[in-house]
């Protein structure tokens, strides 16, 4: 007993030092007004580090804050009931956000680019998510073309600079791979003129909508608007340059017994890169026949479906094919198409739970997909601002495989054959 207490008032002679050393927080009065300058504000809190993309740790919500100007938003839109195999994919927007947790400000330059994105000219916020039923289809497209609308009559912060920077650009984190005909409807409208899509997937997208078979397709129905079907709706809309579209990563099972599928996409203009085709080509003869169809002018819209990857890679979505490409293949074809004139873009089809296990894969691969389209509209920007100067940040250290040039330049040989065979066949 006597032991107990003895211990006990030698606790309480303890305590009263222990609450103002170790666990004391000099900052915990509160001052009476906030006297501290804006740059120390920004310097002790704008680094956090779990958001989207968004530079400064920035989140807006930018449907209901038209005070605040923006020059690239990334906008989610959690939006699944158009799929036709495993939903899910309306989680996509939270799980890449979760998965861009490690994307910040401060470790922000990429090195492929030589660039930071988030330190650069434009202002990139993370406008949070559009409200979308998941009741009824046609509302949900209507809701998400007037929200595409709404943003991109916005004036950006840096309007006019460059000078073509007359509308914000958005980046949209799906959401199934439908969420693509609203966005092409409002800039087809904003640009007020076809735009091209270069379309990485597994499938053609470019599906009639009776291609699904149902005895009840004669009733007038929503049911014509699926992640399957977008791409014909918005070739029937007029709302895609059919002269210089691309699929890339093509692997689909296609319907019945021969390429009437395909017969039907090439009415609709899209040049067709099949997954297969990177092993005849590598990654620079996919670069280069984008680049040659679509070229540097024309404003594209940039729709990648996280399928053209592996399942093996990235599992967590509705409609997995075996046999894709790699990650680091589709950032090395990102990165190797960053002259495009993107106007808009968009990661579809993450669909978290599918992933195996809790490694965020496919989410971290959709993630990387946003900060290298971000990093290519950023660099775009600055190359037609005229302050771009290439080779102005050095790398240092040794470069490896610039003995591989002569291999390369026969290579190249090899890539502008197939494209005259590529050429022939259109
Ligand atoms: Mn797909």
Redesign the pocket.
Known sequence: MFLLSSSLSLLFAILPFSRCSFYDNPELELPTESSTPLDELKAKWDHEVSSASSTSGIHVKCLSAPYEPFDIGIIGAPFDTAVSYRPGARFGPRAIRAASARQTTFRGFNHRAHLNPYTSWPLILDCGDIPITPFDNALALHQMTSAYLELLARRPLSHGNPESHVHPKLITLGGD?SVALPALRALQKTYAQPIAVLHF???L?TWHPGAYPSAWAETPTQADFT??TMFWIASQEGLINNSSSVHAGLR?RLLGNDFNDYDDDERQGFLRIETDDIDAVGVQGIIDLIMERIGTEVPVYLSV????LDPGIAPG???P?PGGWTTRELIQILRGIEGLNLVGGDI??VSPAYESGHGESTALAGAQVVFEILTSMVKRGLVDRGDWIEGAIKKPGRVIGGAKKSVLGKLKQVVEKVQEVVRDEL
Do not use: K
């Open positions: 791979h997937d597994a499938h997208d992640h399957g689909t479906d996280i399928d053209v979505t509705g409609t094919e579809v089809e």
